[in-house]
């Protein structure tokens, strides 16, 4: 690791990485040829090859978002990007049958152990592609479908055809246009109706290489009365250089389904996180984004609900630390298209060494959406003078009915907290841990255990040398 | 003379403060690189009760070190189009001068009266150390296009409370850029009763320690009205306090839009801040928009937060007004009447208060 990346990452303890044993690897930069290779690669049906071709043609044609930390964005150099690269030539469903060096790769992040113990499924991506997947086969045997998506478009193209950018058009922004453009590996999920997938099923994604493009893309369909708790992890390497990390999700909760998607991303702090994240809620559905941003350099993610069913109802709980040199730009959309509809959005950062959190939210409640109802709250702590929280939050309503409600405050670590914990034996740093994990309660208690053990040990990790 | 305002005549669709009106709309002929020929109004100061004004208070001509000292020096960031427009096509500039130490227990009344097409106006505001004073600036007459911008300071040391209002009107564009001196204490409130368009955008800067701002908005929208309002409040000394609370009641087919930024600068030790939006929605095809921006740079601060509420009338508060005699219509208008009278029982003194409800209590109606 060069000194410049270690000053720029601290203790990020995913950070090591494996020599690069490339099947293939495509050159840097981005044309319609690397967009038609990557199809081609693929085998893929012919209007997915039209549809990435298009999305090539709008990310080229539309400028970078005037919003945002547009500083940060600048840096980005597409060029300079490997928008492919595959290090297994197959997705194996045994972890024997992964290369060796892959293998060592998840067992020191404890995918497989944590497969063992406590998910109903695992998918594993390495660089561009799934290298391991798995599914528990009571549930297969009940029709649910988990597959990796490039499996999930060759094995169930038509489910595949109908919802594919429906939820996400290629269209929508620039990274989604990049996305759709490239996209390669990410899961694809199936659960048929009235089947309760008790245990979640989790994705990890990994990059690997140095100027690495990792696209992944995922779709979850839940069809009516079923539900299922996705979960996803996400490390890095550090490196000096940049790596991008621009994925698109889709998820379509039919009338009375319930989708969970909880992330927690710990990218390395050359990882630019860029990613598009919506869901549409059918009648009496439920959609739940459980966020956590610990890592990367610059997040931009804003999870969206598209309330379209009557009685449906979105969830939004997130947190963010921002670090030095890091900015979150975190927060969460919901549109109120139905009548009773309802949603709530919690947001919770803390910005320190001089690091930038900011939420950024939206809330549209459309005209013919009666009595629908929104609560949202941002708390921001600071913990020293070199960081910055900023609340950006838009709220639209067109019904006279609705009731809505955002509230936010940002502040500083309570001199009474810290005194009350002293006065009980711990230190200094260890009360201003303990305070932080209490601040990010409300998301880690939404958490399945495991993580939200390893949440509470990176915060106090992070938190060390906070003090003096 | 339009050099200036063309340099910014174009403006970032992205930034919140033109997301709900563009300046296309807001400007008077809708081609943002023309500057057309403008009427001056006619401004006139007087007191609430028909007594003569003390001396020490003048309204006259600016002249070129004033508009130096007091116009310049503040930003409008992405607002910029807006005040530049405003300073090009204004045949004028007028300056409000209140000296050090006057006392003025009766509010004083600046009244604006507009005529013509386009009508526009600047007017410095230079109020001197220790002064005690409440005014009402009224925009009032029938241009069908007003533009005025207010710049300048408050004194160290001042009390005042500063409300502008414009009930009855056509398109309105209000910019206000004013600072606040060590350990003023001011009161700015806002009442828009029935401008056809209002595009106002009221910034306020506490550079000096100990300053204390409370911004009070009380909006009512009926018809087809679009009252788009902007507020921003940058505390950049220490030991500074601000409250906003803005009240706006929709009613017809209305759009009403509250954006707020509150802006906690590094180095601004102790600030204590927060800002409300209230919006009562009354019918069905009533529209509002708000958005309370926070951005804090200083770790070290009393506390800062925002909210903001929008919902339909109570019904249980309808429903105790209803056992006591009142009929649903008359409900109705009782709770609208507190709904706006919040704020506006807190821009003043009980005299300031009366003579705005005075004006206000027949747009009621309206809606």
Redesign the interface.
């Known amino acids: 690791m060069s000194e410049d990346a270690r000053e720029a990452v601290g203790d990020y303890k995913a950070g090591w990485h494996d020599p690069e044993n490339a099947t293939i690897r495509f050159d840097y930069g981005l044309s319609e040829q690397v967009v038609r290779d990557i199809s081609a690669l693929k085998n893929e049906p012919e209007w997915m090859t039209e549809i990435r071709v298009k999305a090539f043609h709008h990310f080229m044609e539309r400028p970078m978002?005037?919003?945002g930390n547009m500083h940060m964005l600048e840096e980005i150099d597409f060029d300079k990007v490997c928008y492919y690269l595959r290090s297994s030539n197959a997705t194996e469903k045994n972890w024997e049958d992964v290369p060796e060096d892959i293998r060592n790769t998840f067992e020191r992040l404890g995918i497989p152990e944590a497969e063992q113990k406590w998910l109903s499924g695992v998918t594993a991506q390495y660089e561009s592609e799934a290298v391991y997947h798995s599914i528990r086969e009571d549930l297969e045997e009940q029709g649910v479908i988990f597959l990796d998506m490039d499996s999930g478009l060759r094995e169930y193209e038509g489910i595949v055809k109908e919802y594919f950018c429906s939820v996400v058009p290629f269209s929508d922004n620039k990274f989604s246009a990049l996305n759709t453009a490239v996209w390669s590996g990410g899961s694809f999920i199936y659960v048929p109706s009235g089947v309760h997938v008790e245990m979640p099923v989790q994705a990890y994604f990994r990059i690997n290489a140095k100027n690495m493009g990792q696209f992944e893309r995922t779709l979850i369909i839940a069809d009516e009365g079923s539900s299922i708790h996705y979960v996803e992890g996400c490390t890095a390497p550090t490196y000096s250089t940049d790596s991008l990390h621009s994925a698109v999700v889709e998820l379509i909760a039919m009338p009375g389904a319930h989708i969970r998607y909880s992330t927690v991303q710990n990218w390395s702090a050359n990882v630019y996180n860029l990613v598009t994240k919506r869901g549409v809620a059918h009648e009496n559905a439920t959609i739940e984004w459980i966020d956590g941003n610990i890592g990367s350099k610059l997040t931009m993610k804003y999870p969206a609900v598209i309330l379209k069913g009557e009685g449906s109802h979105a969830e939004v709980i997130s947190v963010a630390y921002s670090g030095k040199g890091q900015h979150q730009d975190a927060g969460a959309k919901i549109h109120h298209l139905a009548s009773n509809t309802t949603s709530k959005i919690l947001s919770k950062s803390i910005s320190k060494n001089g690091g930038r959190g900011s939420y950024r939210g939206m809330v549209t409640v459309s005209?013919k959406a009666e009595n629908c109802k929104v609560n949202v709250v941002c708390d921001?702590l600071?913990?020293?003078?070199a960081?910055?929280?900023?609340?950006?939050?838009?709220?639209?309503?067109?019904?006279?009915?609705?009731?809505?409600?955002?509230?936010?405050?940002?502040?500083?670590v309570s001199d009474d907290q810290l005194f009350y914990l002293m006065s009980r034996g711990h230190s200094e740093e260890e009360a201003l841990a303990l305070i932080v994990n209490g601040f990010f309660e409300p998301f880690t208690r939404e958490l399945p255990m495991e993580y939200a053990v390893e949440l509470n040990q990176l915060m106090s990790l992070e938190m060390e040398g906070s003090i003096g | 003379m339009s050099s200036p305002y063309l340099e910014h005549a174009n403006t970032?669709k992205?930034?919140?403060i033109w997301r709900y009106t563009p300046w296309k709309r807001a400007h008077p002929t809708g081609t943002i690189n023309e500057v057309p020929q403008s009427e001056s109004p006619e401004i006139s100061i007087s007191l609430v009760d028909g007594t003569s004004v003390p001396d020490g208070i003048t309204i006259e001509p600016a002249t070129e070190s004033d508009i130096e000292r007091l116009g310049h020096e503040l930003d409008f960031d992405h607002g910029t189009a807006a005040p530049k427009f405003i300073a090009a096509v204004a045949k004028k500039t007028m300056i409000l001068k209140i000296e050090n130490k006057i006392k003025v227990e009766t509010p004083l009344i600046v009244t604006i009266t507009t005529s013509g097409d386009i009508c526009a106006s600047r007017l410095l505001i230079d109020i001197g150390s220790q002064v005690e004073a409440e005014i009402i600036t009224l925009i009032e007459g029938n241009a069908n296009w007003t533009g005025i911008l207010r710049e300048g300071q408050y004194g160290s040391n001042s009390i005042i409370n500063d409300v502008v209002t414009q009930i009855t009107g056509n398109r309105l564009v209000r910019c206000d850029a004013l600072s606040l001196c060590r350990d003023a204490q001011v009161k700015a409130g806002t009442v828009n009763a029935s401008s056809s368009q209002a595009k106002i955008d009221i910034r306020h800067w506490l550079n000096e320690p100990g300053s204390s701002l409370k911004v009070n908005g009380s909006i009512l929208s009926s018809n087809e009205n679009h009252l788009d309002s902007h507020i921003e409040i940058t505390h950049s000394g220490r030991q500074t306090h601000s409250r906003l609370e803005w009240h706006s009641a929709c009613g017809g087919k209305s759009n009403t839009t509250g954006t707020g930024m509150l802006r906690?600068d590094?180095g601004a030790k102790g600030a204590d801040a927060g800002q409300l939006f209230h919006?009562l929605?009354?019918?069905?095809?009533?529209?509002?928009?708000?958005?309370?921006?926070?951005?804090?740079?200083?770790?070290?601060?009393v506390?800062?937060?925002?909210?903001?509420?929008?919902?339909?009338i109570d019904e249980q508060q309808l429903f105790y007004l209803s056992t006591r005699g009142l009929d649903e219509e008359q409900a109705r208008a009782a709770l609208i009447a507190a709904f706006l009278n919040t704020p506006l029982s807190d821009m003043g003194s009980n005299l300031l208060h009366g003579w705005l409800v005075e004006r206000i209590e027949k747009h009621l109606n309206l809606i």
Not at chain 1, 382 to 385: F, H, I, K, P, S
Not at chain 1, 387 to 412: I, W
Not at chain 2, 281 to 301: D, H, M, T
């Open positions: 978002p005037t919003w005209p921001a600071l913990l020293d003078e960081s910055r929280s900023d609340t950006y939050p838009t709220m639209e309503v067109g019904n006279s009915g609705a009731r809505c409600e955002h509230e936010a405050s940002v502040s500083k | 970032d992205a930034a919140h906690i590094a919006n929605l009354l019918s069905e095809k009533a529209k509002a928009n708000s958005i309370p921006e926070l951005e804090v740079l200083e770790s070290e601060v506390g800062c937060g925002h909210g903001t509420a929008n919902g339909p």
